[in-house]
Protein backbone atom coordinates (compact mmCIF):
# COMPACT_ATOMS: atom_id res chain seq x y z
CA UNK A 1 0.00 0.00 0.00
CA UNK A 2 1.45 3.57 -1.21
CA UNK A 3 0.32 5.56 2.27
CA UNK A 4 -0.24 9.31 1.85
CA UNK A 5 -0.24 10.87 5.09
CA UNK A 6 -2.57 14.50 5.57
CA UNK A 7 -2.67 16.56 8.83
CA UNK A 8 -5.61 19.18 8.94
CA UNK A 9 -6.85 21.07 12.01
CA UNK A 10 -10.26 21.32 13.24
CA UNK A 11 -10.18 25.04 13.69
CA UNK A 12 -13.55 25.90 11.27
CA UNK A 13 -15.99 25.19 13.72
CA UNK A 14 -14.71 27.61 16.46
CA UNK A 15 -16.89 29.73 18.29
CA UNK A 16 -14.70 32.57 17.71
CA UNK A 17 -14.45 31.69 13.79
CA UNK A 18 -17.82 32.00 14.03
CA UNK A 19 -18.13 35.25 15.40
CA UNK A 20 -15.18 36.40 12.58
CA UNK A 21 -18.07 35.25 10.04
CA UNK A 22 -20.93 37.17 12.02
CA UNK A 23 -18.62 40.16 11.90
CA UNK A 24 -18.03 40.16 7.79
CA UNK A 25 -21.48 39.66 7.25
CA UNK A 26 -22.29 42.86 9.03
CA UNK A 27 -19.51 44.97 7.45
CA UNK A 28 -20.72 43.68 4.50
CA UNK A 29 -24.26 44.85 5.44
CA UNK A 30 -23.05 48.25 6.62
CA UNK A 31 -21.44 49.04 3.27
CA UNK A 32 -24.84 48.34 1.75
CA UNK A 33 -26.94 50.39 3.98
CA UNK A 34 -24.62 53.38 3.49
CA UNK A 35 -24.54 53.18 0.30
CA UNK A 36 -28.36 53.31 -0.07
CA UNK A 37 -28.36 56.29 2.20
CA UNK A 38 -26.09 57.35 -0.24
CA UNK A 39 -28.09 57.28 -3.00
CA UNK A 40 -31.11 58.70 -1.43
CA UNK A 41 -29.14 61.73 0.07
CA UNK A 42 -30.38 64.77 -1.27
CA UNK A 43 -27.42 67.56 -0.07
CA UNK A 44 -23.77 67.59 -0.27
CA UNK A 45 -23.58 68.05 3.67
CA UNK A 46 -25.53 64.87 4.11
CA UNK A 47 -23.17 62.56 2.33
CA UNK A 48 -20.40 64.10 3.76
CA UNK A 49 -21.89 63.44 6.69
CA UNK A 50 -22.93 59.74 5.67
CA UNK A 51 -19.51 59.47 4.53
CA UNK A 52 -17.57 60.13 7.51
CA UNK A 53 -20.30 57.69 9.62
CA UNK A 54 -19.44 55.06 7.84
CA UNK A 55 -15.39 55.48 8.20
CA UNK A 56 -15.98 55.66 11.79
CA UNK A 57 -18.00 52.03 11.62
CA UNK A 58 -16.15 50.27 9.58
CA UNK A 59 -12.89 51.00 11.72
CA UNK A 60 -14.76 49.43 14.75
CA UNK A 61 -15.93 46.89 12.82
CA UNK A 62 -12.06 46.25 11.37
CA UNK A 63 -10.77 46.52 14.82
CA UNK A 64 -13.30 44.29 16.92
CA UNK A 65 -12.02 41.58 13.88
CA UNK A 66 -8.69 42.26 15.01
CA UNK A 67 -9.19 41.34 18.89
CA UNK A 68 -11.20 38.30 17.00
CA UNK A 69 -8.51 37.36 14.61
CA UNK A 70 -6.16 37.22 17.70
CA UNK A 71 -8.17 34.43 19.56
CA UNK A 72 -8.66 32.77 16.82
CA UNK A 73 -5.04 32.01 16.15
CA UNK A 74 -4.52 31.25 20.13
CA UNK A 75 -7.23 28.37 19.84
CA UNK A 76 -5.89 26.91 16.40
CA UNK A 77 -2.37 26.76 18.53
CA UNK A 78 -4.14 25.67 21.56
CA UNK A 79 -6.39 23.02 19.25
CA UNK A 80 -4.07 22.09 16.87
CA UNK A 81 -2.40 18.59 18.37
CA UNK A 82 -5.84 17.67 19.93
CA UNK A 83 -8.13 17.56 16.53
CA UNK A 84 -4.54 16.23 14.02
CA UNK A 85 -6.31 13.59 11.84
CA UNK A 86 -3.97 10.98 9.79
CA UNK A 87 -5.30 9.56 7.04
CA UNK A 88 -3.57 6.13 5.22
CA UNK A 89 -5.10 6.12 1.65
CA UNK A 90 -3.98 4.11 -1.35
CA UNK A 91 -4.41 5.57 -4.61
CA UNK A 92 -5.73 2.88 -6.39
CA UNK A 93 -8.69 3.06 -3.74
CA UNK A 94 -9.07 6.62 -3.65
CA UNK A 95 -12.84 6.78 -4.76
CA UNK A 96 -13.52 4.25 -1.70
CA UNK A 97 -12.43 6.93 0.80
CA UNK A 98 -14.73 9.17 -0.94
CA UNK A 99 -17.96 6.50 -0.82
CA UNK A 100 -17.05 6.21 2.62
CA UNK A 101 -15.55 3.16 2.74
CA UNK A 102 -13.59 3.02 5.88
CA UNK A 103 -12.37 2.21 9.00
CA UNK A 104 -11.71 3.69 12.37
CA UNK A 105 -8.33 2.24 14.04
CA UNK A 106 -7.12 4.68 16.95
CA UNK A 107 -6.31 7.79 15.55
CA UNK A 108 -6.00 6.37 11.34
CA UNK A 109 -8.23 6.10 8.41
CA UNK A 110 -7.73 3.34 6.24
CA UNK A 111 -8.96 1.78 3.44
CA UNK A 112 -11.01 -0.90 4.31
CA UNK A 113 -11.61 -4.48 2.45
CA UNK A 114 -15.14 -5.30 0.40
CA UNK A 115 -16.14 -7.33 2.89
CA UNK A 116 -17.59 -5.32 5.90
CA UNK A 117 -19.97 -6.49 8.43
CA UNK A 118 -23.16 -4.32 9.49
CA UNK A 119 -21.17 -3.02 12.68
CA UNK A 120 -18.32 -1.69 10.73
CA UNK A 121 -20.17 0.00 8.27
CA UNK A 122 -22.02 2.12 10.67
CA UNK A 123 -18.60 2.72 12.05
CA UNK A 124 -17.52 3.95 8.59
CA UNK A 125 -20.48 6.51 8.41
CA UNK A 126 -19.96 8.01 11.58
CA UNK A 127 -15.72 7.92 10.91
CA UNK A 128 -16.68 9.63 7.62
CA UNK A 129 -18.83 12.78 9.03
CA UNK A 130 -15.97 13.08 11.80
CA UNK A 131 -13.23 13.74 8.80
CA UNK A 132 -15.50 16.15 6.87
CA UNK A 133 -15.77 18.12 9.92
CA UNK A 134 -12.30 19.00 9.14
CA UNK A 135 -12.98 20.07 5.71
CA UNK A 136 -14.12 23.35 4.70
CA UNK A 137 -17.43 23.64 2.68
CA UNK A 138 -17.31 23.36 -1.33
CA UNK A 139 -13.52 22.30 -0.68
CA UNK A 140 -12.49 19.48 -2.51
CA UNK A 141 -9.37 16.80 -2.47
CA UNK A 142 -8.65 14.12 -4.62
CA UNK A 143 -5.53 11.82 -4.99
CA UNK A 144 -3.48 11.56 -8.60
CA UNK A 145 -1.62 8.59 -8.62
CA UNK A 146 1.82 8.74 -10.86
CA UNK A 147 1.56 6.40 -13.39
CA UNK A 148 5.31 7.04 -13.87
CA UNK A 149 6.64 6.12 -10.72
CA UNK A 150 5.35 3.36 -8.22
CA UNK A 151 5.56 5.83 -5.46
CA UNK A 152 4.93 8.80 -7.04
CA UNK A 153 1.29 10.68 -6.05
CA UNK A 154 -0.01 14.35 -5.87
CA UNK A 155 -2.80 15.72 -3.99
CA UNK A 156 -5.40 17.68 -5.92
CA UNK A 157 -7.30 21.00 -3.84
CA UNK A 158 -10.72 21.91 -5.58
CA UNK A 159 -11.02 25.87 -3.85
CA UNK A 160 -12.72 28.60 -4.26
CA UNK A 161 -9.98 31.23 -5.46
CA UNK A 162 -11.23 33.89 -2.85
CA UNK A 163 -12.49 31.92 0.57
CA UNK A 164 -10.70 33.07 3.51
CA UNK A 165 -11.34 29.67 5.44
CA UNK A 166 -10.11 27.74 2.19
CA UNK A 167 -6.83 29.62 2.63
CA UNK A 168 -6.62 28.72 6.17
CA UNK A 169 -6.95 25.16 5.21
CA UNK A 170 -4.60 25.39 2.09
CA UNK A 171 -1.83 26.97 3.92
CA UNK A 172 -2.39 24.26 6.95
CA UNK A 173 -2.30 21.40 4.36
CA UNK A 174 1.19 22.73 3.00
CA UNK A 175 3.05 23.46 6.42
CA UNK A 176 2.33 19.71 7.64
CA UNK A 177 2.62 18.08 4.20
CA UNK A 178 5.98 19.79 3.22
CA UNK A 179 5.32 19.11 -0.19
CA UNK A 180 8.43 18.35 -2.89
CA UNK A 181 6.49 20.85 -5.10
CA UNK A 182 3.61 22.79 -5.50
CA UNK A 183 1.50 22.96 -8.75
CA UNK A 184 -0.96 26.16 -8.80
CA UNK A 185 -3.44 27.33 -11.54
CA UNK A 186 -2.34 30.69 -12.39
CA UNK A 187 -2.16 31.77 -16.36
CA UNK A 188 1.39 31.31 -17.52
CA UNK A 189 0.95 34.28 -19.51
CA UNK A 190 -0.49 36.58 -15.95
CA UNK A 191 1.42 40.07 -15.94
CA UNK A 192 2.42 39.19 -12.33
CA UNK A 193 5.23 37.14 -13.88
CA UNK A 194 6.80 40.26 -15.42
CA UNK A 195 10.50 40.63 -14.08
CA UNK A 196 10.05 44.12 -12.21
CA UNK A 197 10.89 45.72 -8.59
CA UNK A 198 7.88 47.23 -7.55
CA UNK A 199 4.32 47.52 -9.48
CA UNK A 200 4.06 44.82 -11.93
CA UNK A 201 1.53 46.74 -13.19
CA UNK A 202 3.23 49.85 -14.17
CA UNK A 203 5.83 47.71 -16.03
CA UNK A 204 3.15 45.54 -17.59
CA UNK A 205 1.80 48.89 -19.01
CA UNK A 206 4.78 50.30 -20.50
CA UNK A 207 5.25 46.87 -22.29
CA UNK A 208 2.26 46.75 -23.92
CA UNK A 209 2.93 51.12 -24.69
CA UNK A 210 6.00 49.28 -26.52
CA UNK A 211 8.08 52.06 -23.81
CA UNK A 212 9.94 48.82 -22.23
CA UNK A 213 11.05 44.95 -23.18
CA UNK A 214 11.19 43.69 -19.72
CA UNK A 215 12.02 39.82 -18.78
CA UNK A 216 8.66 37.10 -17.80
CA UNK A 217 9.39 34.94 -15.04
CA UNK A 218 7.39 32.09 -16.75
CA UNK A 219 6.96 31.68 -20.55
CA UNK A 220 3.48 33.00 -21.34
CA UNK A 221 3.79 30.06 -24.55
CA UNK A 222 5.37 27.55 -22.44
CA UNK A 223 7.33 24.77 -24.49
CA UNK A 224 9.04 22.19 -21.65
CA UNK A 225 8.56 22.24 -17.89
CA UNK A 226 11.20 24.25 -17.27
CA UNK A 227 9.53 27.16 -18.92
CA UNK A 228 7.18 27.42 -16.15
CA UNK A 229 9.40 25.78 -13.52
CA UNK A 230 10.61 28.20 -10.22
CA UNK A 231 13.15 27.60 -8.36
CA UNK A 232 14.55 29.20 -4.90
CA UNK A 233 16.00 32.39 -6.95
CA UNK A 234 12.60 33.46 -9.17
CA UNK A 235 10.55 32.56 -6.26
CA UNK A 236 12.76 34.86 -3.95
CA UNK A 237 12.65 37.56 -6.73
CA UNK A 238 8.62 37.14 -7.03
CA UNK A 239 7.84 37.56 -3.40
CA UNK A 240 10.29 40.32 -2.38
CA UNK A 241 10.02 42.56 -5.76
CA UNK A 242 6.46 41.57 -7.48
CA UNK A 243 4.76 40.92 -4.19
CA UNK A 244 6.13 42.84 -1.24
CA UNK A 245 7.55 45.89 -2.95
CA UNK A 246 3.90 46.43 -4.81
CA UNK A 247 1.20 47.88 -2.30
CA UNK A 248 -1.46 46.17 -4.04
CA UNK A 249 -0.53 43.27 -2.31
CA UNK A 250 -1.40 42.73 1.77
CA UNK A 251 0.86 39.99 3.27
CA UNK A 252 -0.91 38.01 6.02
CA UNK A 253 0.32 34.84 7.91
CA UNK A 254 -1.35 32.30 5.80
CA UNK A 255 -2.15 34.09 2.53
CA UNK A 256 -1.64 37.34 0.16
CA UNK A 257 -4.39 39.49 -0.41
CA UNK A 258 -4.81 41.89 -3.07
CA UNK A 259 -6.58 45.35 -3.18
CA UNK A 260 -9.34 46.10 -5.68
CA UNK A 261 -11.03 49.19 -4.81
CA UNK A 262 -11.40 51.79 -3.13
CA UNK A 263 -14.64 51.58 -0.98
CA UNK A 264 -15.62 54.88 1.15
CA UNK A 265 -11.77 55.78 1.59
CA UNK A 266 -11.47 52.03 2.80
CA UNK A 267 -9.14 49.75 0.67
CA UNK A 268 -10.56 46.06 0.33
CA UNK A 269 -8.56 43.18 0.44
CA UNK A 270 -9.34 40.27 -2.29
CA UNK A 271 -7.78 36.71 -0.49
CA UNK A 272 -5.85 34.54 -3.65
CA UNK A 273 -4.88 31.26 -3.11
CA UNK A 274 -3.44 30.65 -6.05
CA UNK A 275 -0.78 33.27 -5.27
CA UNK A 276 -0.84 31.77 -1.74
CA UNK A 277 2.04 29.63 -2.50
CA UNK A 278 4.65 32.46 -2.99
CA UNK A 279 4.49 32.99 0.59
CA UNK A 280 4.48 29.27 1.63
CA UNK A 281 7.48 28.52 -0.95
CA UNK A 282 9.44 31.82 0.30
CA UNK A 283 9.89 30.53 3.91
CA UNK A 284 10.61 26.56 2.65
CA UNK A 285 12.15 26.77 -0.41
CA UNK A 286 9.91 24.79 -2.16
CA UNK A 287 9.55 25.01 -5.99
CA UNK A 288 6.44 26.08 -7.76
CA UNK A 289 4.63 25.27 -11.22
CA UNK A 290 2.63 27.23 -12.81
CA UNK A 291 0.36 25.35 -14.69
CA UNK A 292 -2.80 27.19 -15.17
CA UNK A 293 -4.10 27.87 -19.20
CA UNK A 294 -2.43 30.88 -21.35
CA UNK A 295 -5.15 33.59 -20.99
CA UNK A 296 -4.88 35.12 -24.21
CA UNK A 297 -5.57 31.55 -25.59
CA UNK A 298 -8.24 30.81 -23.65
CA UNK A 299 -10.25 33.94 -24.57
CA UNK A 300 -9.13 33.36 -28.27
CA UNK A 301 -10.93 29.93 -28.02
CA UNK A 302 -13.69 30.97 -26.42
CA UNK A 303 -14.60 34.10 -28.71
CA UNK A 304 -14.04 31.46 -31.73
CA UNK A 305 -15.81 28.32 -30.52
CA UNK A 306 -18.94 30.45 -28.94
CA UNK A 307 -22.39 31.50 -30.61
CA UNK A 308 -22.98 35.17 -29.28
CA UNK A 309 -26.40 34.87 -28.30
CA UNK A 310 -25.71 32.06 -26.73
CA UNK A 311 -22.67 33.84 -24.14
CA UNK A 312 -25.12 36.94 -24.46
CA UNK A 313 -27.71 34.31 -22.49
CA UNK A 314 -24.86 32.84 -20.27
CA UNK A 315 -24.61 36.95 -19.30
CA UNK A 316 -28.37 37.34 -18.52
CA UNK A 317 -28.51 33.83 -16.33
CA UNK A 318 -25.18 35.43 -14.24
CA UNK A 319 -27.38 38.54 -13.76
CA UNK A 320 -30.72 36.64 -12.60
CA UNK A 321 -27.95 34.31 -10.19
CA UNK A 322 -26.79 37.91 -9.15
CA UNK A 323 -30.30 39.50 -8.33
CA UNK A 324 -31.52 36.17 -6.49
CA UNK A 325 -28.18 36.64 -4.57
CA UNK A 326 -26.80 32.79 -5.39
CA UNK A 327 -22.94 33.29 -4.21
CA UNK A 328 -21.97 30.02 -5.73
CA UNK A 329 -23.42 30.56 -9.56
CA UNK A 330 -20.53 29.74 -11.68
CA UNK A 331 -21.70 30.37 -15.52
CA UNK A 332 -18.46 27.72 -17.10
CA UNK A 333 -20.19 25.20 -15.18
CA UNK A 334 -23.01 25.48 -17.45
CA UNK A 335 -21.14 24.68 -20.38
CA UNK A 336 -18.12 22.64 -19.01
CA UNK A 337 -16.94 21.10 -21.75
CA UNK A 338 -16.59 24.35 -23.94
CA UNK A 339 -15.12 26.55 -20.81
CA UNK A 340 -13.31 23.71 -18.64
CA UNK A 341 -12.02 20.81 -20.86
CA UNK A 342 -9.79 23.75 -22.70
CA UNK A 343 -7.72 24.17 -19.74
CA UNK A 344 -7.78 20.09 -18.39
CA UNK A 345 -5.39 18.87 -21.09
CA UNK A 346 -2.84 21.33 -21.02
CA UNK A 347 -2.90 20.57 -16.62
CA UNK A 348 -2.87 17.26 -17.28
CA UNK A 349 0.26 17.31 -19.20
CA UNK A 350 2.12 19.70 -17.23
CA UNK A 351 1.12 17.30 -13.96
CA UNK A 352 2.88 14.52 -16.09
CA UNK A 353 5.75 16.40 -16.52
CA UNK A 354 5.80 17.47 -12.89
CA UNK A 355 6.13 13.78 -11.89
CA UNK A 356 9.07 12.77 -13.62
CA UNK A 357 11.09 15.24 -11.52
CA UNK A 358 9.12 14.91 -8.51
CA UNK A 359 7.31 12.02 -6.55
CA UNK A 360 4.81 13.85 -4.33
CA UNK A 361 3.33 17.25 -4.47
CA UNK A 362 -0.44 19.85 -4.35
CA UNK A 363 -1.62 20.83 -7.08
CA UNK A 364 -4.00 23.39 -6.26
CA UNK A 365 -7.03 24.90 -8.55
CA UNK A 366 -10.48 26.13 -8.43
CA UNK A 367 -12.90 23.76 -7.92
CA UNK A 368 -15.05 23.99 -10.70
CA UNK A 369 -11.93 22.17 -12.80
CA UNK A 370 -11.91 19.03 -10.26
CA UNK A 371 -14.19 16.38 -11.47
CA UNK A 372 -13.05 16.85 -15.38
CA UNK A 373 -9.23 17.04 -14.09
CA UNK A 374 -9.54 13.47 -12.23
CA UNK A 375 -11.74 12.11 -15.11
CA UNK A 376 -8.82 13.18 -17.71
CA UNK A 377 -6.46 12.13 -15.77
CA UNK A 378 -8.03 8.76 -15.43
CA UNK A 379 -7.93 8.55 -19.33
CA UNK A 380 -4.89 9.81 -20.49
CA UNK A 381 -2.79 7.79 -17.29
CA UNK A 382 -1.03 5.53 -19.79
CA UNK A 383 -0.61 8.21 -22.56
CA UNK A 384 2.76 9.23 -23.80
CA UNK A 385 4.12 12.28 -21.79
CA UNK A 386 4.35 15.56 -24.21
CA UNK A 387 7.84 17.26 -25.22
CA UNK A 388 5.90 20.69 -26.21
CA UNK A 389 3.45 22.20 -24.36
CA UNK A 390 2.62 24.15 -27.25
CA UNK A 391 0.68 21.13 -28.65
CA UNK A 392 -1.85 21.89 -25.73
CA UNK A 393 -2.57 25.07 -26.95
CA UNK A 394 -5.39 26.24 -28.91
CA UNK A 395 -3.44 28.32 -31.83
CA UNK A 396 -4.09 32.60 -32.17
CA UNK A 397 -4.86 33.54 -35.97
CA UNK A 398 -5.88 36.91 -37.08
CA UNK A 399 -9.39 37.71 -36.51
CA UNK A 400 -11.57 37.65 -39.67
CA UNK A 401 -15.17 38.64 -38.46
CA UNK A 402 -13.68 41.53 -35.87
CA UNK A 403 -16.44 43.42 -34.89
CA UNK A 404 -18.70 40.07 -33.69
CA UNK A 405 -15.31 38.83 -32.03
CA UNK A 406 -15.23 42.05 -29.87
CA UNK A 407 -18.59 42.18 -29.05
CA UNK A 408 -17.48 38.54 -27.83
CA UNK A 409 -14.75 39.24 -25.85
CA UNK A 410 -16.79 41.59 -24.08
CA UNK A 411 -19.29 39.77 -23.10
CA UNK A 412 -16.47 37.06 -21.60
CA UNK A 413 -14.96 39.54 -19.61
CA UNK A 414 -18.17 40.65 -18.18
CA UNK A 415 -19.05 36.87 -17.74
CA UNK A 416 -15.94 35.53 -16.28
CA UNK A 417 -13.39 38.40 -15.39
CA UNK A 418 -12.03 41.35 -17.03
CA UNK A 419 -8.76 40.12 -18.49
CA UNK A 420 -8.41 41.67 -21.82
CA UNK A 421 -10.16 45.17 -21.36
CA UNK A 422 -7.90 45.80 -17.86
CA UNK A 423 -4.74 44.32 -19.32
CA UNK A 424 -5.03 45.39 -23.08
CA UNK A 425 -8.01 47.23 -24.43
CA UNK A 426 -7.65 50.28 -21.53
CA UNK A 427 -3.83 50.96 -22.79
CA UNK A 428 -5.30 51.52 -26.02
CA UNK A 429 -3.40 47.67 -27.10
CA UNK A 430 -5.37 44.79 -28.65
CA UNK A 431 -4.01 40.89 -28.06
CA UNK A 432 -5.13 39.74 -31.54
CA UNK A 433 -4.49 40.47 -34.98
CA UNK A 434 -7.22 41.80 -37.68
CA UNK A 435 -7.33 40.75 -41.05
CA UNK A 436 -9.80 43.72 -41.94
CA UNK A 437 -9.53 47.46 -40.75
CA UNK A 438 -10.95 48.13 -37.16
CA UNK A 439 -12.11 51.91 -38.03
CA UNK A 440 -12.88 53.68 -34.77
CA UNK A 441 -11.22 53.49 -31.41
CA UNK A 442 -11.47 50.27 -30.14
CA UNK A 443 -12.04 51.43 -26.30
CA UNK A 444 -14.60 53.73 -27.49
CA UNK A 445 -16.65 50.50 -28.97
CA UNK A 446 -15.49 48.57 -26.51
CA UNK A 447 -17.45 50.85 -23.45
CA UNK A 448 -20.35 51.45 -26.28
CA UNK A 449 -21.17 48.00 -26.42
CA UNK A 450 -20.28 47.17 -22.45
CA UNK A 451 -23.03 49.77 -21.63
CA UNK A 452 -25.96 48.53 -24.05
CA UNK A 453 -25.22 45.32 -22.30
CA UNK A 454 -25.67 46.32 -18.86
CA UNK A 455 -29.58 48.06 -19.94
Known amino acids: MIKLRYFFSNIHKTKAYQNLVKQQKAQVDLVQN ?17 KYQSINDLQRIKEEQSEIIEQIKLEKKKNFEKHLISMEVDPEDIQKLYKGKQKKNKDEIVIDDEKQNTNQEQNTKQTQEETKINVPNNLEIRNLASPIRTQGHLILFGVQRHNAQHSSYIYDALFNLKPQVILTDLPVDDPFFIKTEGNYTSTWKSFIENKLTPTFLVNPQPITLSDIHLHKNKIKWIFENNILKNSQFIINPTNISEITKPMFDKEIEIIDILKSPFLYSYHHSTPIVINGYPE ?10 CELDNLKQLLNEKKIAKQEKQRNFDPCLLQPDLFILPKIKFMIETI ?3 LTSYSNGIIITESNKINQIEEEWISSAHRFISTDLRTQLHPIKPIKESEEFIKKLIILDELISPYIYNNFVRYNSFPYQFNSVFKISLQQYWDNYKNQLSR
Do not use: H, P, V
Not at 296 to 305: C, D, G, P, S
Open 352 to 354: KMT
Open 34 to 50: YMNQMKQAKSEDELIKL
Open 296 to 305: INYRYFLAEN
